[in-house]
């Protein structure tokens, strides 16, 4: 296997230390003992990572990512955290651009980019997201959307930083929705997504980056999207609530 599948539950503005060690708890309990083909790992509230690693930390197939880092060192930033302080959470990950962050708080390409930067400096890997809207979808814009996010967002990178970094596919339609892309749409776009980064970075690269698919991933479509071959995992936010349905989504969609 090229690329190993990573499966990542993505919280949100979700639990708190205490329902984070309701949660890590319960999955100790299911994945204690096992391996797993495949990497996972957790991305829960900052103020929650302590807790996931004082519980999870020794797990030796769970890692930890944060959702969102400053695209600066330190300073006057009220409210920021920086790439550096997560290192000291025993944080392997870091998603960055997720559509919310876009959309919400007005993340543009260009700050994407310049976080991803950040994260890589200090060895964290980054889950870069990207993903169109339904009106960019059907006005024809996909295509143009994707590479401007792509090549915004991955610019400047070094070829180690790039297969450090794993792309989430997510199209914005489908994020908590409860509408899923088909597998062949989503397999499409994979294939698309991948295409740009052979062009930006060459063939080598494109095929050994991880692509993941994210938008209401549930344990009843994880085998047929994962089983598409440019689609390496997923991003997973609602369905990530429950450990049992995180994990369903892991053993369905895993090879
Ligand atoms: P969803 O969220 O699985 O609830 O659609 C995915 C995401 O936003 O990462």
Redesign the pocket.
């Known amino acids: 296997m090229i690329r190993k599948p990573i499966f990542a539950a ?1 919280w ?1 503005m979700n639990k708190g230390p205490s329902e984070t060690e309701d949660f890590a708890k319960s999955l100790l309990s299911k994945v204690q003992n096992r391996t797993f083909p495949c990497d996972i790992v957790i991305a829960p509230p900052f103020v929650s990572l302590t807790k996931a690693a004082e519980i999870l930390g020794n797990v030796s197939s769970i890692t930890l990512a944060a959702q969102n880092c400053s695209q600066f060192d330190s300073g006057a930033y009220t409210g920021e955290i920086s790439a550096m302080m997560l290192k000291e959470f025993f944080i392997h990950y870091v ?1 960055i651009g ?3 962050r876009r959309s919400i708080f007005g993340e543009t390409d260009e700050v994407i980019n310049a976080k991803i930067r950040k994260a890589r400096e200090v060895n964290l890997k980054p889950i870069f ?1 990207i993903g169109e809207t339904l009106e960019e979808r059907e006005g024809g814009r996909l295509e143009k959307v994707l590479r401007t996010q792509v090549s915004e967002g991955l610019k400047g990178l070094s070829e180690r930083d790039l297969l450090d970094t794993v792309i ?1 596919y ?1 199209p914005v339609w ?4 409860g509408v899923t892309a088909t597998a062949e749409q989503a397999q499409d776009t994979h294939a698309f997504v991948r295409s740009l980064v052979a062009e930006q970075f060459g063939a080598d690269s494109a095929a050994k980056i991880r692509i993941q698919y ?5 344990p009843g479509n994880a085998a047929e999207l994962m089983a598409c071959p440019d689609i390496d995992g997923a ?6 609530l429950e450990p049992q349905s995180f994990l369903d989504i892991i053993e369905k969609g895993a090879p």
């Open positions: 993505n949100k998603i997720h559509s919310e997201c989430a997510e489908a994020i908590g929705t994210g938008g209401s991933v549930k991003l997973i936010g609602g369905a990530s």
